[in-house]
């Protein structure tokens, strides 16, 4: 039996008294940098990836707010990075 993409979820649970999360998932991105940090899953029989981490790895991030000066930098470094690997 699979799962339809709505029943996938990401589920993270933590409290205050505790110093790690438990994070439930089926999201590729986090299970591979959950991985590559170091937590080892338990998989369960629906195929979510069980995970307990450090409470500071939980973040929640806005958007990036960048200036258009800002912006013009970065399109300008990447033009030439991108000219650079073409010249190889």
Same mark, same amino acid.
């Given at each position: 039996?699979?799962? =339809?993409? %709505?029943?996938?979820?990401?589920? *993270? #649970?933590?409290?205050?008294?505790?110093?790690? !999360? =438990?994070? %439930?998932?089926?999201?590729?991105? *986090? #299970?591979?940098?959950?991985?590559?940090?170091? !937590?080892?899953? %338990?998989?369960?029989?629906?195929?979510?990836?069980?995970?307990?981490?450090?409470?500071?790895?939980?973040?929640?991030?806005?958007?990036?707010?960048?200036?258009?000066?800002?912006?013009?930098?970065?399109?300008?470094?990447?033009?030439?990075?991108?000219?650079?690997?073409?010249?190889?």
């Amino acid at each position: 039996m699979s799962l =339809s993409r %709505e029943e996938q979820e990401t589920i *993270i #649970i933590f409290n205050q008294a505790d110093d790690t !999360a =438990s994070i %439930e998932t089926f999201n590729g991105p *986090i #299970i591979r940098a959950c991985q590559k940090y170091g !937590a080892e899953p %338990e998989i369960d029989s629906w195929g979510a990836h069980k995970f307990t981490v450090p409470k500071s790895w939980v973040k929640i991030r806005g958007p990036r707010e960048m200036s258009d000066e800002a912006r013009a930098a970065q399109a300008q470094r990447m033009r030439e990075i991108v000219t650079a690997q073409r010249q190889k």
